[in-house]
């Protein structure tokens, strides 16, 4: 107990401080917080690997429920509606093909099969993109709000796109049980998601209708979150045998909370408490969530795969996403070329793709029995795992850095009025 709150000591003091840096420094925190986890791990040895890899997997899913939920609790249905084409195909197509062009290019630079699972597992994790990210450089910039919204509703609904394809992935490599029908399990995954998502909203609508919980509703609405997470994640499995993502179903509550309750002016009150309560837990959580990263890489595994891992980051940030993004907004309707060569280019990763990289390799390198033989012939277990953190880690770190410098620069010559 003694260790858990002198680790949270110095990771909450020195993360805020990290924070309060690169704000006056106007650019992200994400690069100075892994930074900071490097420093912290693998530099000083202040926070162990080994307690990383035992926290990780808690923590990290706690995050993604809170930072889901705010992101899709705080976006207006009115505006998204009129963006809802483009950000389907975002969300779809563009995931699907930015996802398969990452796995080529990760399997063709660790010279494995070209087809090989293992580098579509590396496009799961990664194609996903970061609202916490994305909402400050698109708030700063004077450009038409559709191109913004479309962005920040693509982050927000992509991360529990991104968790189901890595979910899938997994269960292809035979390290999670699942049907053994693909199209079932995504059904299952993201439609059941959607499905129980505005369920669970529509539940809450109803209870926060007839009672007024005034002080207590944010601990109320974090409450039933985590319990309609569980029913997807835990229950519905046990039930049925196929998976909800719990995560999709977050995503959804959210967006129907947003947009049912927070309209009406009874309830305002309450809704402003719980997304304060929110905003200030997902600052907990992001710092939480990328010092453990940072601190969770070793000096061994950036040494052995930094190189590659870059090649790795730079080839899904200026070939995959580009082409995925050019490909699927040439769907008619069609915008602008110089739109779509904006949206193509600002995609910053984040939180999820750190939560999900963290999560598989903690859980590999407890238990590497769990890789299939059929896999570990191909690539060792501590490989396998290494090679998908530290690329995860460069993919991360390069676009978020490279994307925030470029974002202004960008609108001023692409998003011209």
Not at 176 to 195: K, M, Q, R
Not at 241 to 266: C, D, H, P, Q, R
Not at 298 to 325: D, E, H, K, M, Q
Request: with cysteine.
């Amino acid at each position: 107990m003694y260790l858990l709150i002198t680790y949270l000591s110095i990771l909450f003091v020195g993360g805020s401080i990290i924070a309060k840096i690169a704000e006056k420094l106007n650019i992200p925190d994400i690069p100075l917080l892994l930074i900071f986890g490097l420093i912290l791990g693998p530099i000083a040895g202040v926070v162990q690997e080994s307690y990383v890899q035992s926290v990780f997997g808690f923590i990290g899913n706690l995050g993604l429920i809170i930072l889901l939920f705010i992101g899709s609790f705080e976006m207006e249905w009115a505006i998204l509606r009129r963006v809802l084409d483009v950000v389907l195909k975002l969300d779809i197509f563009a995931l699907l093909i930015t996802l398969f062009i990452s796995g080529i290019i990760f399997n063709l630079i660790f010279k494995l099969p070209l087809l090989s699972i293992i580098g579509f597992l590396f496009g799961s994790i990664t194609c996903a993109t970061d609202p916490a990210t994305l909402i400050p450089i698109m708030s700063k910039l004077d450009i038409n709000s559709e191109i913004s919204v479309i962005l920040e509703a693509e982050s927000v609904f992509n991360d529990p796109l991104g968790i189901v394809t890595t979910v899938l992935c997994l269960s292809a490599m035979g390290l999670l049980a699942t049907s053994e029908n693909p199209l079932v399990d995504f059904f299952t995954l993201a439609i059941g998601g959607v499905v129980l998502g505005l369920i669970g909203g529509k539940f809450y609508e109803i209870i926060v209708s007839k009672i007024r919980f005034r002080d207590y509703i944010a601990p109320f609405t974090l409450g039933l979150t985590l319990v309609f997470w569980c029913i997807a994640e835990v229950i519905f499995p046990k039930l049925t045998g196929y998976e909800i993502s719990g995560f999709m179903t977050v995503a959804i509550m959210g967006l129907y909370i947003g947009n049912t309750l927070a309209e009406k002016s009874e309830k305002r009150e309450e809704m402003e408490k719980v997304a304060t309560f929110y905003n200030e837990l997902s600052v907990f959580v992001r710092i939480l969530i990328f010092v453990l990263l940072g601190a969770g890489i070793s000096l061994n595994l950036l040494t052995n795969y930094g190189v590659l891992a870059i090649l790795c980051a730079l080839g899904s940030i200026f070939t995959a996403r580009p082409i995925g993004v050019l490909i699927a907004t040439a769907i008619p309707p069609v915008r602008s070329i110089t739109e779509r060569i904006y949206m193509a280019l600002e995609g910053p990763r984040g939180v999820v793709p750190a939560t999900l990289a963290a999560m598989v390799y903690s859980e590999i390198m407890n238990n590497p029995s769990i890789v299939p033989a059929s896999i570990s012939h191909i690539i060792p277990p501590s490989e396998l795992a290494g090679g998908i953190l530290v690329a995860t880690f460069m993919t991360i770190i390069l676009s978020v850095v490279l994307e925030a410098s470029w974002a202004e620069v960008l609108a001023k010559k692409l998003l011209k009025d």
